[in-house]
């Protein structure tokens, strides 16, 4: 079992910027494949960004030029920083765990997420 502990998130202005966080327990943080979704109200969830335990990371076109995905192995946790935030970047964030496979699996799967899940984090773009 893994256990995801995020916070951050809440109301932000557009144009701010804003770092999400995720401490990861009760499986080896080495292991993981890390990342973080969001979904907006009605849609459906999607990968924002994801990383493997050696580092390699994918970030979601959509998002790509203003998000960054970082972990830290001393303190089990994933980070994402989000630049430049718009309106259409309101949406609960939740952060995901799924044991790793590779990098070729990884780069094949980067939307698919694994089966644990954070609590969600509210975040809300808005002037």
């Known amino acids: 079992q893994v256990q995801l502990v995020e916070s951050g998130g809440g109301l932000v202005q557009p144009g701010e910027s804003l770092t999400l966080s995720c401490t990861a327990s009760?499986?080896?943080?080495?292991?993981?494949?890390l990342g973080w979704f969001r979904q907006t109200a009605g849609g459906e969830r999607k990968m924002v960004a994801t990383?493997?335990?050696?580092?390699?990371?994918v970030v979601a076109r959509i998002v790509a030029d203003r998000a960054s995905i970082s972990r830290d192995g001393a303190k089990n946790t994933v980070s994402l920083e989000l630049h430049r935030l718009k309106v259409e970047d309101t949406a609960v964030y939740f952060c995901?765990?799924?044991?790793?496979?590779?990098?070729?699996?990884?780069?094949?799967?980067?939307?698919?997420?694994?089966?644990?899940w954070g609590q969600g984090l509210q975040v809300t773009v808005s002037s």
């Open positions: 995901n765990a799924r044991e790793n496979q590779g990098l070729e699996y990884f780069l094949k799967n980067e939307e698919v997420p694994g089966p644990y």
């Open positions: 009760g499986s080896r943080f080495r292991d993981l494949d």
């Open positions: 990383t493997t335990p050696a580092g390699s990371h």
